[in-house]
């Protein structure tokens, strides 16, 4: 799929719910946010016909998101029937990982390629705050068992708040000790975390290499987004960066949007989407391939969060 600036988009990232056992200080208020209805949400074979559609135009790669994935039912069904278009060459999956140690067999067999975990903390006390109850043992002993399925792929994602130095060197000691990759991942001005302070990139390189020695880019570019990733000496993962506000990486998008709801969503930042669901209800449904073809040509050029153009949206509801 190619949209007017020239840019390849081949991977899609589906929020399949907007609901979560979690409620980050940054992405959702404390009674969560309104839950959409069954009927408003996307059922899995009306998520399959969009992939099949995208499929035959040159999607590559699909992220399952919510909220949190792993709290729908028959999410390991679905990545079996993804991974089975025709086309589809991998399907990811990032969770807040309290469930992950219970489901992470049927994950693995149902074909999942890549694991992300989102922990913005090794510390138990600091976690319940972050998450507002969390319990991280319960994300470390998933991060354990998914460990065991050495064909897939394990990132952390961490964004990164108080104590920040501190913490960017714990986890970064998981990349030390596990064959898992490290990412630090730019706060953006989205939903609840409008005006929280953005830990950057170039900070949190020097004190881990204050720490750890130089870091070399890593030859070889991992995933099909936006991450840099860096070896240090000794680790058995990368340490990455995901820098939308200092490293602005909108000239190399290669990816849209789909949300809870159906609706596609061109940019992180812009609110400006294309109903699908309402296309697929229809008796417009023979029109779904070139509905989104139009769509994706019309992707915006940019986001503007330097202009603190912030959309009201949660990061639940459009799926980090
Ligand atoms: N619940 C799953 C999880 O936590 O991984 C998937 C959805 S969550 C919205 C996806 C990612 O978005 C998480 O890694 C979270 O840390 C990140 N996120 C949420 N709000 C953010 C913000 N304002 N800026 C940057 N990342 C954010
Ligand atoms: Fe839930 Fe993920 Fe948002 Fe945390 S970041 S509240 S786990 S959706």
Redo the contacts with the bound molecule.
Sequence with gaps: MLDQYGRTIDYLRISITDR?????V???PPEGVSCMSHEAILRYEEIEAICQAMAVQGLKHIKIT???PLVRKGCSHLIRSLKNISGIETVTL?T?G?LLEEMAEQLVHAGVDGINI?LDTLDAKEYAQI?RG?DINKVLRGLETILRHPNVTVKINCVLDENWEQTACLLAELAVKMPVHVRFIEHMPIGLGGDKEVRLQDQVKKTLENVYGPAKVAEKPMGFGPSVYYRFENFQGKIGFISAISHKFCGNCNRVRLTADGKLRLCLQSEDSIDLKTILRSDRKTELVSVIKEAIWQKPREHNFDQKQIEAK???QIG?
């Design positions: 979560c056992n979690l409620r980050c940054y992405c959702m919510g909220g949190e990032t807040n309290i989102s998450t969390g949660s990061m639940a980090g």
